[in-house]
């Protein structure tokens, strides 16, 4: 299972930018989701969050301005980031919680990170 983070770019403060998080490889069964940033010198923090469900979470910052989705079939999640701040910036990285069955027929779950794609806001 890999997935690819995408969408990242260099915006002006009060811009948008929407992020995509998409798993290929082998057919999994998608739990949840989560996207992260990582500033330079600062420790990576939880952004947002959505379980297969779609109960969402969201960290204090963002309120109001970010919205996790994710599409139907459950296996790509999406990052629309709106009135974006200087203080956004960062690396953005999805991960995701999987099983599926292997050739044995058991269950395997396990969780995965994408590489992430740079946020850039300027002022």
């Known amino acids: 299972v890999q997935l690819q983070a995408s969408g990242g770019g260099l915006v002006q403060a009060g811009g948008s930018l929407r992020l995509s998080c998409a798993a290929s490889g082998r057919t999994v069964s998608i739990s949840d989701m989560g996207w992260f940033r990582q500033a330079p010198g600062k420790q990576r923090e939880l952004v947002a969050s959505i379980t297969s469900g779609g109960t969402t979470n969201y960290a204090d910052s963002v309120k109001g301005r970010f919205t996790i989705s994710r599409d139907d079939a459950g296996n790509t999640g999406y990052l629309q980031m709106n009135n974006l701040k200087p203080e956004d910036t960062a690396v953005y990285l999805c991960?995701?919680?999987?099983?599926?069955?292997?050739?044995?027929?058991?269950?395997?779950?396990?969780?995965?990170w994408g590489r992430g794609t740079q946020v850039t806001v300027s002022s």
């Open positions: 991960n995701a919680d999987y099983r599926y069955k292997n050739d044995g027929g058991e269950w395997v779950v396990g969780r995965e």
